[in-house]
């Protein structure tokens, strides 16, 4: 099993930026980099929804509420995971998820808060 540790979160102001980073352990790299990743968030009373993703081969999707303000990187190397917050809105406000994933295999981070306020 993956074991996903997420950091970066905090309180932010609007159109302010944020870098969320999650990091892998149990496993070695070459394994690390046959994971599709993606983060997600849940809003309180709401359901987790889709972020963004990065594939394999580091093809990049997100949620339409996020593109152009958020980017998401990977590093096979450092096995870690990346999401570049920028001009951040009230509504981004959740707790942020990083996920690995592949064939008979869904991990979870423990999540991290992010609170967009004045």
């Known amino acids: 099993q993956v074991q996903l540790v997420e950091s970066g979160g905090g309180l932010v102001q609007p159109g302010g930026s944020l870098r969320l980073v999650c990091r892998a352990s149990?496993?070695?790299?070459?394994?690390?980099?046959?994971?599709?990743l993606g983060w997600y968030r849940q809003a309180p009373g709401k359901q987790r929804e889709l972020v963004a993703t990065i594939t394999t081969d580091f093809r990049k999707d997100y949620t339409d509420s996020v593109k152009g303000r958020f980017t998401i990187f990977r590093d096979n190397s450092r096995k870690t995971t990346t999401l570049q917050m920028n001009d951040v809105v009230a509504e981004d406000t959740a707790v942020y998820y990083c996920n690995a994933r592949r064939a008979g295999s869904n991990d979870w981070g423990q999540g991290t808060q992010v609170t967009v306020s004045a």
């Open positions: 149990r496993m070695i790299t070459s394994v690390f980099s046959g994971y599709d």
